[in-house]
């Protein structure tokens, strides 16, 4: 991507803070980490592809990162666990892959959660019942063992869609059937 492109889109990503549906392809750029007030990073339904870049660690005042329906292969990283400020983590429609990490727990600002269709693997992690806030958990397609997982606060929960049984231990969750 030539220089003045970059600039374009860290200006628009500034702006109005979507790039929802734009075609826009290749990779997430590095350099996206020189944006260190960003708060919200919507880049869904997009053309990209290539790893999750771990400059994205950077952007500690991002609430909401919406990667939904592109092309994007990899895990997702351990430095992730610094976006503690993240309200909306949604991946869905990725080939993403590996283990949804016990660090998870540490996203305690958390509301949505949408983890369906990549290529991830469970169990969910004991530590999500530390995500006090969640109202939105949407997972599915996830392979590994079967978890003795407990989801919390589902008297608040809106959407809640958990599309393996085996995915979740229902008698430690009192309401769901």
């Known amino acids: 991507m030539d220089q003045s492109l970059l600039v374009l889109v860290i200006f628009v990503v500034q702006i109005c803070n979507s790039l929802f549906g734009n075609r826009i ?13 960003l708060e919200e990073l919507v880049l869904e339904s997009n053309q990209l ?7 994205l ?3 500690t005042n991002l609430r909401r990162l919406s990667l939904f329906a592109n ?3 990899g895990t997702i990283l351990e430095s992730f666990h610094n976006l503690k400020n993240l309200k909306e983590f949604t991946i869905d429609e990725n080939d993403l892959s ?29 530590t999500i019942s530390q995500l006090k806030n969640l109202s939105e958990l949407l997972i599915s397609d996830l392979s590994g063992p079967t978890p003795t997982t407990q989801i919390p606060n589902l008297e608040d ?16 969750n009192p309401g769901i059937h």
């Open 71 to 73: 092309n994007l292969i």
């Open 25 to 37: 392809s290749g990779s997430i750029l590095d350099e996206i980490n020189a944006i260190s007030t």
């Open 98 to 126: 590996g283990k949804i990490t016990d660090w998870i727990g540490n996203w305690t600002q958390l509301e949505r959660l949408y983890l369906q269709g990549t290529s991830m693997e469970g169990p969910i992690p004991s």
């Open 157 to 172: 929960m809106k959407m809640l869609k958990i599309f393996d049984e085996k995915l979740l231990d229902y008698g430690s």
């Open 49 to 55: 592809e290539g790893n999750l870049p771990s400059s």
């Open 57 to 59: 660690e950077k952007l």
